[in-house]
Nanobody
Framework: QVQLIESGGGVVQAGDSLRLSCAAS????????MGWLRQAPGKDRELLAF????????HYADSVEGRFTISRDNAENMLYLQMNHLTPEDPAVYYC???????????????WGQGTQVTVSS
């Protein structure tokens, strides 16, 4: 079983940047596609980006394309989300997740972290 632990959330101002990290314990992230999702109060969970294990291909939701960058370090079992130009629409709990075959459905993901809160003040 993969255990995922997010970190890096916090309170920032609109326009600022933040980098989230996701560490895997107990098991390597090799052979898993990885994704970042978020959920704001009263809203559905939203898949923001995912990255393939096999070739490193990345995919982004329209809402974050050009502002957020997903990356991974397979040797260190780490996943990252660089978030730039944060807006008041970005506050949420951000989760990393692992999938044997990642996609655009949150049900594609088999393992989840506990989440990290991102707050953006205007």
């Amino acid at each position: 079983q993969v255990q995922l632990i997010e970190s890096g959330g916090g309170v920032v101002q609109a326009g600022d940047s933040l980098r989230l990290s996701c560490a895997a314990s107990r098991r390597t992230l090799n052979n898993y596609d990885m994704g970042w999702l978020r959920q704001a109060p009263g809203k559905d969970r939203e898949l923001l980006a995912f990255i393939r294990w096999k070739n490193g291909d990345t995919h982004y939701a329209d809402s974050v394309e050009g502002r957020f960058t997903i990356s991974r370090d397979n040797a260190e079992n780490m996943l990252y989300l660089q978030m730039n130009h944060l807006t008041p629409e970005d506050p949420a709990v951000y989760y990393c997740a692992a999938a044997h075959l990642g996609g655009w459905l949150d049900t594609d993901y088999d393992y989840w972290g506990q989440g990290t809160q991102v707050t953006v003040s205007s």
